[in-house]
């Protein structure tokens, strides 16, 4: 079952979403394409580093 599927954790998402406020609501799914996203952010905000893909193919530092 995926977690968005799942109407008991929907429910406690959106009562702490209603007092954290976040700016966004992620959903994992574990795929090869959440993680190039993920990757994607991190790198864009400076918060990772990718790494030399010859040496280190998908590789970042954080």
Do not use: F, T
């Amino acid at each position: 079952m995926k977690a968005h599927e799942h109407p008991v954790l929907e429910a406690w998402i959106r009562r702490v979403a209603e007092l954290c406020r976040p700016d966004a609501i992620e959903w994992c799914d574990g795929s090869p394409a959440e993680y190039q996203r993920m990757v994607q952010k991190l790198v864009a905000s400076g918060a990772a580093q990718r790494l030399s893909p010859e040496l280190h193919p998908n590789s970042i530092a954080v």
